[in-house]
Structures are given as structure tokens and as C-alpha cells.
């Protein structure tokens, strides 16, 4: 009986995380095409959330082996190491808990700050914190198997610094390119063309984005499930996971993580409808091409790759460098400091006895912290009507003071 | 680890090169695709911002045009085809020129 409660925590939270994963990522897809007015806000998040859920339902194949890439929890085939589900699983479903409260925790912080760290690394950091002080040391995966890249050095850090310069690199020369075919053309053209060649490249943004994201929540659900005994295939997901997956991700990137959008869209480089473009196209490709050959990098790291790329491929474009600063700490810092909390809350949970009261101990003060992050937003509300105001001359404060409502 | 390395530097190499292709390539394409378009319409500003006359449309620039965005169109529909392919554990194979659905390898 305690087992299921546990379950349930655990669903809930996963779920929970995916709709973070949702509204933190939006901004990858939507940004630019909002800051060059190619969409508008509110028409680019709708048509954002549609492809994500698409995208989502897509994804047939199966990412149960999610957690292998940073912990061993899990055999190759995906079912949970056998030791760890002695007790009916309760052991393993808390620190995968703490691990999910941790990554949302993280996410809230990033997002209240405005920067686009990777939601992944989040989920990561916490599976790894979490792991570390549950299991021990030696269980992270670190430098994967030997036969190839893989564990915390091959899927996390090695992307990490690769996904920017590759991306900046691919928008720097397509924005070249596109500022100088489109040199001395009337505005009604360039503005009219180009917006199209945005709209598509930000589709194809966000359905990778479904296809890719919303699997690792359903592989940590399937993973739970599983450690329960309340599921046994280790060759499929349950479909009210997928559908439940699908629904949370597109709900979150529909609500749109406006200071997100904002810092990409309007603070880190003043954005034109050429680079928008070129930013856009680069990262539609360096994200399909990078999966197609089994090269993970991450999505928020390309895209940021993306931007500032457009912004140095063209002499007078203008990029705020203390605002890039910032995101590269966030970069660094997101899966250690996810990590640490999530270590913390399993810690935590441990005082409290572990099992049950571990698991609502942990849920109330992943509920608690939302809640505080949450109230901290609406002090500074960016919003759909605000998201697009002047960027402030001085580089670093990402927000505007405003009387308006929003998320 | 150093197999490991140096297969991950050749598909980044890899990656690197089709994504400029495809990343930078098509928006090149397609800005050249509006271009196009402008100079198949009947009036043409200079660089300067007058808008000048020309004698007629000129039906080229229209059909460059659209070979331009009909380009584009195919290439991201592939594009689509491959994060599907991806999605049910199939790729997109090229090897019989006109690509064709396999099971990941």
C-alpha cells in the first residue's frame, strides 16, 4: 500500500517535471520568430505546444533506458538492478523522487532568472545527486562502458561544450550568407519571405523537441512502474504514460516561459528577420543532424549556440556579452547545483525514516519551493504583452518591472 | 576511450559539414528565393531606398524563385521524415539515392 502512494508521488512529479521541461524549453523554438514579430507571441507558443504534443506522440520507440546514460540503476534491458527493488521498490522510487525534485527545483531557479539552462542536465544532476548519496559514489556512470562515449563525460559534459560552437558556428556563416543575398531588398520582401523560412525552421524546432524530451519522462515513469511491479515490458511504454507525457510537455511549452523567450529573443542579441532565420535553420539542422548520427547535444545549447552565432556572423549586429556570461554559468553550474539538491531532499527524506515519509516529506517541500519561486515571479511578471519590451540598457537585469499578469 | 574519441570527432566532423550545408545552406537558398521573387516583381528598390520601375515583371525571377523555395520545401520535408523515421526506431536511408525508410541500425 505504501508502495502505490509512493508510485503516485512519484508519477505526479515526473509529470510535473515534464511540464517544466515544457514552458523552460519553449523559448528554444519560439524565440526568435518572436522577437522579429515572424509570429506572435501567443500564435508561436500555441503552434509550439501543438508540435511538442505531435512530436511526443511520435515517439513509438522506447527511451527506457534513460537513467543508464548518468546512473546504474537500471540493467541494459531497463528493468531496475535487482538489489534495488528487494524492498517492492521503495528504496529506488525515493531516490528517483528526489532526483525529479531536484531537476524541477532547478528549472524554477533558471526560469526565474530568465536563462535557458538545459532541462536535461537538470534531470541528470538530480538522478546523479540523488544517486550518490542513496547508492554511493561508485554507482554514477561516469565515463559510460568503454565502447563508446557515453555516462556523465560522453552525454553531458562533451555535448555541453561541442552544441554552441557548432551551432554558432552554422548560424554565424547562414546569417553571412542570408544578410548578403538580401542586401538592398525592400523591407516589404525580406520581411514578408523571410518570416516564412522562420515559421518552418521554428516547426521543425519544436517537434524534435517532442520527439526527443517528453521520452525521457516517459522512460522515468515506465522505470517506476516497473521498480513497483506494477509493469513488466521492458519493449514498450504504457500508453496512458505517453499520453500523459504528451499532454504535460505541450502544456508547458504552451504557457510559455516568457523570461526565457525574452533573454533568448531580445537580450542576448538584438534580433532582425535575417538572423532569425539564420539562427532558426541552424539549429533545425544542427539538432536533426547531430540525432540522426547518434550525437546527443543539447537543444537549449544549440539554440543558445544558435542566436549568438547570428550575432557575430554579421559586422554591426550587436550581442550582449554579460548576458552570454551568465548563461554559460548557468550551464555549468545546472547539473552539480540540481545534483546538490536533489542529494539534499533525499537526505532529507532519510531523516524522516525514508519510504512514505520520505516520499511526502520530499513532496511538500518540492510543493513548498515551487510555491515560494513561483510568488517570487509575479513580483516581475514577463508575460505575452511584455515579452518583446525594449531589452533595459544596462546589460544585466532581465526583467522589467510591470503591473500586468502573467507566467 | 581514444577509439571512442576519435569516432566522436569524425561525426562531429560530420555533423559539422551537413549541418552547414543544410543550416546555413537552405536559409542562403531561400533568402536567394526571395530575392528573386523581388526582381520578378515590377518594381525593384535600389539600395538606397527608392523604388524604381522597371519596364516589366520579369517571369525569371519567378521561376528561380520558386525552384528556390520548391528546394527548401523537399528538404524540409525530409527533415520532418527523419524526426518521424527517428521516432518509430527507423532511419532515413539515402544510399538508393531517394530516400527510403530502415530499421535503425
Known sequence: MTVTIVLVLVIVIALAFDFTTGFHDTANAVATSIATGALSPKTAVLLAGVLNLVGAFLSVQVALTVTNAVVKIQAPDGAPVPGLVADGGEALLVIVLAGLSGAILWNLVTWLLGLPSSSTHALFGGLIGATVVGLGVSEVNWAGDGTGLGGVVGTVILPAVLSPVVAGLVAAVGTWLVFRITLGLAARYTAGGLRWGQIGSACLVSLAHGTNDAQKTMGVITLALIASGRWTDTESVPFWVKAACALAIALGTYLGGWRIIRTLGKGLVEITPPQGLAAQSASAAVILVSSHVGLALSTTQVTTGSVLGSGLGWPGAKVRWGVFGRMVVAWVVTLPAAALVAAGLWGFGELLGGGLPAAVGISLVLVAGSGALYARSRREPVHADNVDAPWPSSEVPPLTASDRVGV | ?105
Open chain 2, 1 to 105: 576511450m581514444v577509439d571512442a574519441l576519435a569516432a566522436e570527432a569524425l561525426a562531429l566532423g560530420e555533423v559539422l559539414l551537413v549541418a552547414l550545408l543544410l543550416g546555413a545552406g537552405l536559409p542562403a537558398l531561400f533568402a536567394l528565393g526571395v530575392r528573386a521573387l523581388a526582381r520578378g516583381s515590377a518594381t525593384e528598390t535600389s539600395a538606397d531606398g527608392v523604388t524604381v520601375r522597371v519596364p516589366a515583371a520579369r517571369p525569371v525571377g519567378r521561376v528561380v524563385a520558386a525552384a528556390c523555395f520548391a528546394v527548401v520545401v523537399v528538404v524540409v520535408l525530409l527533415g520532418i521524415a527523419v524526426i518521424v523515421a527517428g521516432g518509430f526506431g527507423m532511419a532515413l536511408s539515402f544510399e538508393d539515392v531517394y530516400p527510403t525508410f530502415v530499421a535503425e541500425p
